[in-house]
């Protein structure tokens, strides 16, 4: 079973940036980053493909948040800029251990998940 561990997260101002990491315990396939704010539902953030890392955003964070991965390391990343107060929310990496290499942005489509990381961004 691949295990991940996050790293990141924190509170933060409007407009700063911050890089949330999460490494593998082994190999996998398609990665992502999903976030629940209170009183909300998880939400797809974003992915990206094992093979030739492609990626895929949600609207919400489109331009502004840049999902990376070190193959090598087992490890992706989320970097965020122009952090807004409806950012705030828990955050989840999630990976598919089945070693599906597709555009991935249902949870269902995940079988590992991260124990998430607060990000806390104040206006």
């Known amino acids: 079973q691949v295990h991940l561990v996050q790293s990141g997260g924190g509170l933060m101002q409007a407009g700063d940036s911050l890089r949330l990491s999460c490494a593998a315990s082994?190999?996998?396939?398609?990665m992502g980053w999903f976030r629940q704010a209170p009183g909300m539902e998880r939400e797809f953030v974003a992915t990206?493909?094992?093979?030739?890392?492609?990626?895929y955003y949600s609207d919400s964070v489109k331009g502004r948040f840049t999902i990376s991965r070190s193959n090598a390391k087992n490890t992706v990343y989320l970097q965020m800029n122009s952090l807004k107060p409806e950012d705030t929310a828990v955050y989840y990496c999630a990976a598919n251990t089945l070693f599906s290499d597709g555009v991935l942005y249902a949870q269902l489509q995940y079988d590992s998940w991260g124990q998430g990381t607060q990000v806390t961004v104040s206006s």
């Open positions: 990206i493909t094992w093979s030739d890392s492609t990626t």
């Open positions: 082994g190999r996998t396939g398609s």
